[in-house]
Each structure stands twice: as structure tokens, then as C-alpha cells.
């Protein structure tokens, strides 16, 4: 397993915008496919965004396409969520995961997770 630290949440205006990180020491980072998971309170957890190891592939999920981007600079063992145009809906302790070759797209199919920063968008 890698330790991956989240940072960048905050609160923020509806319409507003924030840059999520997720980095990591472990070299081995570069070799893991990331996503991006979101969990308000009383609800599941939700995947948002996930990029392969590489960043030839990106995912998304269908309520934030057009508004969150996601990224990587594995020289810098990070991986960035840039997400404009936020929505009261999109209030949530966003997290991210790691696997070298996770089986699909659920928390479940990553083996390494940070403690997520908080996300809060105001009306």
C-alpha cells in the first residue's frame, strides 16, 4: 500500500473553483491508477473522477463531466482535480485512491486511500 495525502479542499462559492491534490513519497506512485472518491454525510461514496498510471486515460463521472479535470505529474508523484463551475451538490471529504490495476471503478478495487479534505460549496 502507498500513503497518498489529499490537500486543497475548502469552501467556496457556488460557481467558484478549487485544485485538489493527491501525492504520495512512494516512487511506486507513478505506477498506480488514481481516483478520485466523494462522500457527503449519511450517503456511499461516490467515484468522480480516475486516471491510469500513465495519463492516457481519464474517467469521469457523468455528473461532473465539463466541470472537473484530472491529471498527473508523476515527477512530482501528484495527481491534481481541478473542478470549476461547483455546485452546493458537490459539498462533500473528498478522497483519493491508489491500486497498480484496480478491477473497476468502486473504493473497493483500490487498495490505498488517503483521509480526503473537505470540500464545501455555499449557495
Known amino acids: 500500500q502507498v500513503q497518498l495525502v489529499e490537500s486543497g479542499g475548502g469552501l467556496v462559492q457556488a460557481g467558484g473553483s478549487l485544485r485538489l491534490s493527491c501525492s504520495a513519497s512512494e516512487r511506486t506512485f507513478s505506477t498506480l491508477d488514481i481516483a478520485w472518491f466523494r462522500q457527503a454525510p449519511g450517503k456511499e461514496a461516490e467515484f468522480v473522477a480516475a486516471?491510469?498510471?500513465?495519463?492516457?486515460?481519464?474517467y469521469y463521472a457523468d455528473s461532473v463531466k465539463g466541470r472537473f479535470a484530472i491529471s498527473r505529474d508523476n515527477a512530482k508523484n501528484t495527481v491534481y482535480m481541478q473542478m470549476n463551475s461547483l455546485k452546493p451538490d458537490d459539498t462533500a471529504l473528498y478522497y483519493c485512491?491508489?491500486?497498480?490495476?484496480?478491477?473497476?471503478?468502486?473504493?473497493?478495487?483500490?487498495?490505498?486511500r488517503g483521509q480526503g479534505t473537505q470540500v464545501t460549496v455555499s449557495s
Open positions: 486516471i491510469t498510471w500513465s495519463g492516457a486515460n481519464t
Open positions: 485512491a491508489g491500486d497498480p490495476r484496480p478491477a473497476g471503478l468502486s473504493p473497493s478495487d483500490f487498495n490505498s
